[in-house]
């Protein structure tokens, strides 16, 4: 099963999405859940570090995990906005795997 924990701030504003596991929805290389997901988080991740010029995963995050975290020390807030903002489209994108396939995807939020 793929777990997916997302942890907000006092706010409810996305601070972190962590994504481990595999679906076993479809054999190895086959499995469309599995791809889904790791399309959605590692788009999005690729996306913000292309877009920002920050890293917001470790490069060694290991098989079957995504940890996307708000870097630390930005003090732009319009850009910090605009990382929350897609750390939140990510979010929900997310939430609506886990809603479709819950026997494959599980989503926490914190």
Not at 24 to 48: F, K, L, P, Q, T
Not at 77 to 83: C, S, T
Request: proline share 3%; with cysteine.
């Amino acid at each position: 099963m793929i777990r997916i924990e997302v942890e907000r701030d006092g706010q409810g504003e996305v601070e972190r999405v962590l994504i481990t596991g595999h679906a076993n929805y479809g054999e190895y290389g086959r499995d469309i859940v599995c791809a889904a997901v790791s399309g959605i988080s590692i788009g999005m991740v690729n996306a913000i570090e292309k877009m920002f010029g920050v890293q917001v995963h470790a490069d060694d995050d290991g098989d079957g995990k995504v940890d996307c975290r708000l870097p630390k020390g930005l003090d732009d807030p319009e850009k910090i906005a605009k990382i929350r903002l897609l750390m939140e489209a990510m979010a929900v994108s997310l939430r609506n795997m886990a809603d479709e396939y819950p026997d494959y995807v599980k989503m926490i939020e914190r």
